[in-house]
């Protein structure tokens, strides 16, 4: 098993930056792809961005060019650096961590509220 904490969430004008924190505890060894996903009110949970163990990026993109996703493995925490916010990102942002495998398992946080105001 594996566990996901998220921190970094809160309230921001338009414009203004916020960093998120995952940091992972438990199996974290079987670990591959650490990622963000965001979910607004009425609608599907999307990717933000992920990141491979061995650094490959993939970016949504609706935030390419203002976010930036970041893991340092030592730490077992990835990061998600946003700036240049808008009203649009808000949203609950959830932490990922994917170990391959058969089968495939996926484990979340518990969600932090990110709010932009315009």
């Known amino acids: 098993q594996v566990q996901l904490v998220e921190s970094g969430g809160g309230l921001v004008q338009a414009g203004g930056s916020l960093r998120l924190s995952c940091a992972a505890s438990g199996s974290i060894i079987s670990i591959n792809t650490m990622g963000w996903y965001r979910q607004a009110p009425g609608k599907q949970r999307e990717l933000v961005a992920a990141?491979?163990?061995?650094?490959?990026?993939n970016v949504a993109d609706s935030v390419k060019g203002r976010f930036a996703i970041s893991r340092d493995n030592a730490k077992n925490t990835v990061h998600l650096q946003m700036n240049s916010l808008k009203p649009e990102d808000t949203a609950v942002y959830y932490c990922n961590a994917v170990s391959p495998g058969f089968p495939i398992k996926s484990y979340w946080g518990q969600g932090t509220q990110v709010t932009v105001s315009s």
């Open positions: 990141i491979t163990f061995g650094g490959s990026t």
